[in-house]
Every structure is written in structure tokens, then in C-alpha cells.
């Protein structure tokens, strides 16, 4: 939940008062909950989530530029279920539609109270 807030108290501000030409994304996996390094719990699910979200800001803000950049991850199992998820967002998604980070996935839980 707390990766979901930043997307949407930081992140979506910034690019809408930027405006960027193309989202670059430096798409890291340590942060996956099963990764042994990066000591975060971010679920393969949420990670596919905000692939979506960036999918629908890059529509908004930079016709659909959105360049995606593996760089990270430490456990196979949990870098393969997270590529997957993200790799199904880019793919099976159709075209974007809707407000980026306008609502949280159902399953995700409460978001953190400065949300």
C-alpha cells in the first residue's frame, strides 16, 4: 500500500506539473516481497497494478511513451512473477483508459493514513 501512496502523492503531481515526453521507468524488482536483498513486501500483483497506472499516465501526459528498463531483482522465483505481472499489464491491457492512480486495486488493503 505504501509504494500505491507514493505513486499517488508524489510521483502523479510531479509528472502532471512536468509533463514529460516519454515515463522511463528503472523497473527494479528487489522491492518483491520474496526478494532476499531488498527487504520491502511489495506483492508481484502490485507491481503488474502500477505497470497499468503508469500505462494510463503515459496516455494521459506523453502518448503512450513508456519505456520500461529491467534492472534489479535478486530471487528468480520472485523476478519471474514480477515480470510477468508487469509483462501481462504492458500486453493484455488494451488500450488505457481512465484517470492514472485514481482508484487502488480492491485488494490492496488501507492505504498508509497520509494518503
Do not use: H, Q
Not at 34 to 57: M, T, Y
Amino acid at each position: 500500500a505504501a509504494l500505491w501512496a507514493v505513486c499517488t502523492e508524489v510521483l502523479l503531481p510531479a509528472a502532471r506539473r512536468y509533463r514529460p515526453d516519454l515515463i522511463l521507468v528503472s523497473a527494479g524488482f528487489d522491492a518483491a516481497s520474496s526478494d532476499p536483498i531488498g527487504g520491502a513486501r511489495v506483492s508481484p500483483r502490485l507491481f503488474g497494478a502500477v505497470c497499468e497506472e503508469l500505462r494510463r499516465l503515459a496516455a494521459e501526459l506523453c502518448r503512450g511513451r513508456l519505456l520500461l528498463a529491467l534492472e534489479g531483482g535478486y530471487c528468480a522465483d520472485a523476478l519471474r512473477e514480477a515480470v510477468g505481472e508487469v509483462t501481462s499489464a504492458l500486453v493484455d491491457g488494451g488500450a488505457p483508459s481512465g484517470a492514472a492512480f485514481a482508484k487502488p486495486p480492491w485488494w490492496l488493503g488501507p492505504l498508509p493514513a497520509s494518503a
